[in-house]
C-alpha cells in the first residue's frame, strides 16, 4: 500500500488533494490516448500516475468513468471563446475572438496526441458511447455555442443571407477540421492555421481573407 492509500485510510473525511486528481487524469488520458480503452486499466493508470490502485477506486468505480472524468478534464487544453461572455457583442467583435484564438487552437490540435485523442473517440463510439457523449458535451458543444452566436449575429446584420442554414455550417467547419486532421500527412500548427481560416472564412464565422 502506497503512502497516499494511507493518507486517504486515514482522512477519509477530508477534500481530495487535486494534485493527486490531476496525476491520476492526466495518465488515464495518455494511456486512453497510447492504447485505447481495451489497453487502459486501473492498475495501468494507478501505476503512472505514482499512487495505489485503491486511490484510483475511491475517486472513480469504474475505468469508463475515469476515462470520461480524464476527457472532460481535458477540455481546458483548448482556449476558445466563451459564448456567455460574448452574448452582447456585435458580429465583428465575435468574428475577431474566434480569429484571434485561432491560432492556440491550431497549437492544441496539432499537438503530439490530439490525433490519437480523436482516433480513439472515434473509434470507441459504438462499443462505449458515453466517451464519445463526455467529448461531445464538454469540447464540442461549448465550441457549438459560440459559432452559433457568431453566425447567427452575421445573420442578424446581413453579414450572411436570411435564411442560412447556421447547423449546417458548423457542421461542416467541425467535420472538416476532423477530417483534415485524421487523414494522412496531418498539418503542422502553420498549415493548421491556414486551413481553419480559410474554412472559418468560408463558413462566415470570420470575414475572409
Known sequence: MTATDTETQRGRGRPRDPRTDRAILAAA????VEHGHAGTSIEQV?????VGKL???RRWQSKDELIAAALAAAREEIVSPDPDELADRSYAEISRAIDDALP?????????GYRGLLAQIFGSSVTHPR???TFWHDHILPRRRTMYLALSRAVEEGA?????DIDALID???GSVVYRLLRPGPPDAVEL???LRSVCGQAGLIPPR
Request: charged fraction near 10%; aromatic fraction near 8%.
Open 104 to 112: 492556440g487552437i491550431a497549437r492544441t490540435l496539432t499537438a503530439p
Open 160 to 164: 450572411l443571407p436570411a435564411g442560412s
Open 193 to 195: 492555421l491556414a486551413y
Open 29 to 32: 488520458l495518455e494511456l486512453f
Open 172 to 174: 461542416m467547419t467541425i
Open 131 to 133: 466517451l464519445m457523449a
Open 55 to 57: 486511490t484510483v477506486y
Open 46 to 50: 494507478a501505476r503512472r500516475a505514482g
